[in-house]
Each structure stands twice: as C-alpha cells, then as structure tokens.
C-alpha cells in the first residue's frame, strides 16, 4: 500500500504495509483490489501472523479491469500482524485504485 487516509493511533506502519494490533479483540477487515490486464488471473489474501484467512479472486478472461473484494470479523490477539498478499496476478496502478481498511469493532 501506497498511502494511509486514517491511522487513528499509528497502527499501521505504511512502510510495511501492515496493520500491528494495540489489543485482543474482534476486528472488521476489508479489502478492495482492482485487476490490470485482461487475461490474467489476480488472488489477493488477507493474512493474520502470515496464515491465509480470507481470498478474492477477479479471473474473468475478456475484460481490462475486474475488481474483486471481501471482508471478514476476525478475533485478533494484541500484537498480531494483520496485512494482504498479493499471491498472482498485477494490480492497476499498484495498490493505488485498492483498498485495505480495519477497526476493531469489540474489545476483548
């Protein structure tokens, strides 16, 4: 990721391009990527401590720009890393036209 829009507490370290919790509880995680080529299969993951939790995949072999998004509510321990994958695929204009927001939603 390319830039931060919000970092309530700094969090996320935009260096990284990851998200260090502050404490244990749940979390909303969302993401939002955008394919670059036609022909071309692009898969995105969202990982917590480098394990896989959720995947989006945009594969659709006749068009340009196909986006592809999840979410998830996640329980997270304090400390843990939470950041995405890109496994395959290029994304259009890099992390630019692609979203990856959290909060926690639940304190534990």
Known sequence: LDSVLVNI???????????????????????????????QTIQVNLMQNDYPVISAFAGDQDVTREAASNGV?????????VYLKLE?????????????SGFLVFPL
């Open 9 to 39: 507490g700094n969090h996320f370290d935009l260096k990284a391009s990851v998200f260090q919790a502050p404490r244990r509880g749940i979390y909303s995680f969302s993401f939002h990527v955008v394919k670059v080529y036609n022909r």
């Open 73 to 81: 509510l996640l329980m997270v321990e304090r400390e843990d890393r």
């Open 88 to 100: 395959r695929g290029t994304l259009m204009g890099g992390w630019k036209y692609s979203t990856f």
